[in-house]
C-alpha cells in the first residue's frame, strides 16, 4: 500500500491511497473459497461447485465487499501511520478500482488541532462579592409584595401601571389580521406588552370610553408581513382597575412559609433565600469568567465539521423550545443552522480546550460526587429517588451528569493557577436589572 499525504485550508487533510491488485486479489479468492464450501448452489453438492460457477454468481457482489472492507481497513491503516486524528468519517473521492488495476482513493477529512493551551498562570479572572443588607432585603420584600399585586376597579382615568381590560380590533391595509383583535384583553399601562404607543394611548382613558390609535410596527417585529406597516386599532375599555399592594402582616408571611415570628422571621427567611440565590449565582458568574478566560487565552483552528454539527443542534433545540411555548418556527422567518456559527464555534472550541485541560491534567471524578450532582438535580423533584434511579438507568444520562462534574473539575483546577481578584458588586448588580422580580425560591403559593 502507498499513502501520499497533502495538507488543505485549516484542518483539511487529503489521503492518496492505492492498494495493489494483489492484496484485493488474495481477499476475493479467499471469500469465494469460504462461500465455495458453505453455499449451495443448484446442480452441484455442497462444497463442489466449480470456482469459475462460484465466481460467476457471487464475484461481483464479493468484490464490492472486499474493496469496501479494504477502504476501510486501510483508511485506518493510513491515518495510523500518519499520526492522525480524524474528526469524522472521510469522504472518499473518487474511487478507481477496476479489475485487475488494483484500488486507489482520496480521503478528505478534518483532523482534530493540536492544542498547546496558554499557561492558566497568565488568566486574571474576578470573583465577584457581594453583601447583602438591610436596603437589599426592603428592596426584595417590595418585589415580592408587587408579586402579589390585587386589583381594584376604579371609576377615573387610567394611569400608569393601572390595569385596563378592554375589547379590540386592528385593521391593517382596511382589513383585519391574524392576531390583531382580542376581547376582555387585560393590559397593565406601561408594561411595555404591546408596539409602542398602545399603551401610551390608552393613558387617560374611562371606562365604558372608545379610543382609535394609528401606530406602527416596528421594522423589527418578529411577524414579517406586519413588520414595519402601519395600524389602526379600535379599543373598548371595560374597566380601570388600580394596583394594590398586600399589607406587611402574617397572613402574607404565611404564603412564605413563615408562620410564626412575625415580622423578624420573614425577613430572615428572606435574607436567607437571597443569600442562597447570590452564592449559586456568583458561582455561576465565576464558572463562566473562568470557561470566556480560558477561550480567549487559546486559538487555534476549529474543525468545520464540529462546528456544523453543533450548529444543527443549536438550531434544532431552538426550534422545539419555540414549539414548546406555542410558537410556529415557520412564523419567524428563515432561521438557518448557519445564524448560530459563531455561537457553535465558541462552543465547540471551548469543548476542545477543557477536553485537552481534563487529558492533560488527568482529572478524574469520583463517582460519589457524580452520585452528589445527581442528589442535587433531583432534589426539587417532588420524588427525588425516582429521578436518581431515572439517571442511573441509562448510562447516556449519567454521562451527561459526569462530563457536567468533570467541567466543574477542570475549571477548579484552572482557577486554581489562575490570577483570581475578588471585586465587591451589590445584589441588583450581580443579579442583573429585573433579575430579583423573579426569584422563584420566594414565589408564593
Known amino acids: 500500500m502507498q499513502v501520499s499525504l497533502q495538507t488543505a485550508e485549516g484542518l483539511e487533510r487529503r489521503l492518496n491511497v492505492e492498494v495493489p491488485e494483489q492484496q484485493i486479489a488474495d481477499k476475493i479468492r479467499a471469500r469465494l473459497n469460504e462461500v465455495a464450501r458453505t453455499t449451495r448452489i443448484d446442480g452441484f453438492r455442497p462444497g463442489r461447485a466449480p470456482a469459475k460457477v462460484v465466481e460467476r454468481q457471487f464475484g461481483a457482489r464479493i468484490r464490492h465487499e472486499v474493496l469496501n472492507e479494504v477502504v476501510r481497513s486501510t483508511f485506518t491503516e493510513a491515518v495510523t501511520s500518519q499520526q492522525l486524528r480524524p474528526v469524522a468519517d472521510p469522504v472518499i473521492d473518487p474511487i478507481s478500482a477496476e479489475p485487475g488495476s488494483g484500488l486507489s482513493y482520496t480521503a478528505v477529512f478534518e483532523i482534530y488541532p493540536d492544542i498547546v493551551l496558554a499557561p492558566c498562570e497568565g488568566l486574571r479572572v474576578k470573583r465577584l462579592q457581594c453583601a447583602i443588607g438591610d436596603v437589599d432585603v426592603d428592596k426584595m420584600i417590595e418585589v415580592l409584595r408587587q408579586q402579589h399585586t390585587t386589583w381594584q376597579d376604579v ?266 481578584t475578588d471585586m465587591a458588586i451589590s445584589f441588583d448588580d450581580l443579579m442583573n436589572p429585573g433579575q430579583t422580580s423573579r426569584n422563584s425560591e420566594l414565589e408564593g403559593n
Not at 237 to 260: H, Q, S
Open 155 to 420: 371609576e377615573r382615568e387610567a394611569r400608569d401601571v393601572d390595569r385596563l381590560t378592554i375589547d379590540f380590533k386592528g385593521m391593517l391595509d382596511g382589513q383585519p389580521f391574524d392576531g390583531g383583535s382580542a376581547d376582555n384583553f387585560q393590559l397593565v399601562l406601561n408594561g411595555g406588552r404591546m408596539i409602542e404607543g398602545f399603551e401610551a394611548g390608552l393613558v387617560g382613558a374611562k371606562p365604558a370610553e372608545t379610543r382609535d390609535l394609528r401606530l406602527q410596527f416596528p421594522a423589527t417585529y418578529h411577524k414579517s408581513e406586519l413588520a414595519g406597516k402601519p395600524v389602526e386599532f379600535h379599543i373598548t375599555v371595560r374597566t380601570v382597575a388600580e394596583p394594590v399592594l398586600p399589607e406587611l402582616n402574617d397572613e402574607f408571611f404565611a404564603k412564605f412559609g413563615v408562620t410564626e415570628g412575625g415580622m423578624a422571621a420573614f425577613r430572615r427567611e428572606v435574607q436567607d433565600n437571597m443569600e442562597r440565590e447570590r452564592d449559586r449565582t456568583a458561582e455561576r458568574q465565576f464558572h463562566q469568567q473562568v470557561l470566556e478566560a480560558v477561550r480567549d487565552a487559546n486559538q487555534f483552528n476549529v474543525p468545520r465539521v464540529l462546528v456544523n454539527a453543533e450548529a444543527e443542534r443549536m438550531h434544532t433545540e431552538m426550534q422545539r423550545n419555540l414549539r414548546m411555548r406555542g410558537i410556529d418556527p415557520s412564523t419567524l422567518g428563515p432561521m438557518e443552522p448557519a445564524r448560530y456559527e459563531q455561537s457553535a464555534t465558541q462552543r465547540v472550541k471551548l469543548g476542545l480546550i477543557m477536553a485537552e485541560i481534563v487529558r492533560q491534567a488527568r482529572i478524574v471524578v469520583e463517582p460519589s460526587k457524580v452520585r452528589t450532582r445527581v442528589a442535587a438535580l433531583a432534589a426539587s423533584y417532588e420524588q427525588p429517588e425516582a429521578l436518581m434511579k431515572w439517571y442511573y438507568e441509562d448510562p447516556r444520562r449519567l454521562q451527561e451528569v459526569e462530563a457536567m462534574c468533570l467541567e466543574d473539575e477542570a475549571v477548579n483546577w484552572v482557577a486554581a493557577r489562575a490570577q483570581v
